[in-house]
């Protein structure tokens, strides 16, 4: 039977709540690098030029293409193999970041595509270069438009770093795997694990929120306020 005091435990179970914050640090970690690599990506995608189109284009293609615990191993046990020796840490955020990079990457492309051909030839007639329209007309933008599909990827790569226990990454999952070796309690640790991804995405979509309605706001206004006319001018 479901064992509720052994449930009520290990939801303040200190080894565990190690893992909630390592997973925290790996979501974290990975969406930082995952960003830094999407930019040149979508912009790769969407140059005329096939030099930089058709790998970003590849990259794209295999990334997304492949499920992200194949991804995982062949980056962990694969690369030994060509002399390259990583650790499970290194190994884990690099395949997570190469990964989201993918996903990330079409969604920044997604973003660009939305935003109206006639700002970027404004930008062209004020004399602004490549770079200054990107950083300045173009990106922030794309920013605001893609806040609401980059915070579902949060959301969801919150939940995929479940899969780096396969390398045995000590993460919330791995954490719970543990235990339920030790203390045969496999249901009660489950439901624990799942109370701790439910209450990080739904901390994460509080913040996802508050994110849309701050990038979501319009201009202010400026202020309405009367002018004080002498009498004198309004008799006149």
């Known amino acids: 039977m479901f064992n509720v005091d052994a449930f009520l435990s290990?939801?303040?179970?200190?080894?565990?709540l190690g893992g909630v914050g390592i997973t925290i640090g790996l979501t974290v970690t990975t969406i930082v690098i995952g960003l830094v690599?999407?930019?040149p990506l979508a912009l790769g995608s969407m140059s005329s030029h096939r030099v930089f189109n058709a790998p970003a284009r590849f990259y794209v293609w295999v990334f997304r293409g492949t499920p992200l615990l194949v991804q995982l191993v062949i980056i962990y046990t694969g690369l030994p193999q060509l002399g390259i020796r990583l650790d499970v840490l290194t190994s884990a955020v690099l395949a997570l970041s190469l990964n989201e990079a993918a996903y990330l990457s079409e969604t920044i492309r997604a973003g660009?595509?939305?935003?109206?051909?006639?700002?970027?030839?404004?930008a062209k007639a004020l004399s602004l270069s490549r770079v200054a329209t990107l950083r300045l007309v173009t990106l922030p933008q794309v920013i605001r438009i893609i806040i609401p599909p980059l915070g579902n990827s949060v959301n969801g790569l919150l939940k995929a770093t479940s899969l780096a226990s396969v390398i045995s990454m000590e993460e919330l999952m791995r954490r719970s795997q543990v235990l339920m070796q030790m203390k045969f309690e496999v249901l009660e640790l489950y439901c624990v694990a799942a109370c701790y991804y439910l209450l990080l995405t739904t901390l994460w979509n509080l913040?996802?929120?508050r994110l849309e309605r701050h990038y979501g706001k319009g201009y202010a206004p400026r202020s309405t306020k009367k002018a004080n006319i002498p009498r004198a001018a309004m008799a006149h």
């Open 10 to 16: 290990y939801l303040v179970n200190p080894y565990l």
């Open 37 to 39: 690599l999407a930019l």
């Open 112 to 122: 660009f595509s939305a935003i109206a051909k006639g700002q970027v030839e404004a």
């Open 207 to 209: 913040v996802q929120v």
